[in-house]
């Protein structure tokens, strides 16, 4: 009897328990395994279409954001104009000192 070549009775057998085995597996692995393996496809469809919906509602906040920058921007310029133009103003009017005593009579 040789590994490569075997005898046709224990081919034969060989080929009753693996029959054996493999309808028992159809009867009963392969239905679970099934059932498994389509039950992770469909989680992982449902968190792909999470993390799609994630992703839009990110770019909205993130357009959002930028336009709440802008608009501070924006908000940011005109308040620096306006002191700008205040500082002119104040710079260009003449300033009145008023007098002070002097010493000697502060004093008093």
Known sequence: MSLLLPDSGL??????????VFVILAKY?????????EGRKTYI????EVAREANAQLSKLKEEGDALVAAANKEQGRILREAMEEQQRWSTR??????????????R
């Open 45 to 48: 469809d449902q968190s792909l």
């Open 11 to 20: 081919l034969f057998w060989m080929f009753l328990s693996f029959g054996i």
């Open 29 to 37: 692995g392969f239905p679970v395994i099934i059932k498994m393996v």
């Open 94 to 107: 003449p300033v009145n000192k008023p007098k002070l005593p002097h010493k000697k009579n502060w004093m």
